[in-house]
């Protein structure tokens, strides 16, 4: 069972990109969905997090600012908007469902991961 992330590709610094994170496997509506990141030979980072009533959400320090969280329960999708990209957010980005309704800074706190989309940000 897994979730599925799209939207990664090659960009230049200073531009936009949104992901999406969702999949016909899981279904997100009634829970927490996170974002976390992974550069070669770093660990794996919190970026942002939404609550399932899209009420409350946290977004990393490295990040904060430039990149925004959003959900559509009806399309049981999550999004992640990164504007004004730079080359230190090349990194696998990964979202996971969380095991209740609250976000969580921990990836221990997510049950069910994607397999990541690649986001590499050229200066």
């Known amino acids: 069972v897994q979730l599925v992330e799209s939207g990664g590709k090659s960009v230049q610094a200073g531009d936009s990109l949104e992901l999406s994170c969702g999949g016909p496997?899981?279904?997100?509506?009634?829970?927490?969905v996170g974002w976390f990141r992974q550069a070669p030979g770093k660990e794996r980072e919190f970026v942002a997090s939404i609550n399932a009533f899209s009420t409350s959400s946290a977004i990393g320090d490295s990040v904060k600012g430039r990149f925004t969280i959003s959900r559509n329960n009806s399309k049981n999708t999550v999004f992640l908007l990164m504007t004004n990209l730079e080359p230190e957010d090349t990194a696998v980005y990964y979202c996971g469902r969380s095991r209740d309704s609250t976000w969580s800074l921990s990836a221990n706190g997510y049950q069910y991961w994607g397999q990541g989309t690649q986001v590499t940000v050229s200066s």
């Open positions: 496997e899981v279904t997100i509506s009634d829970y927490a």
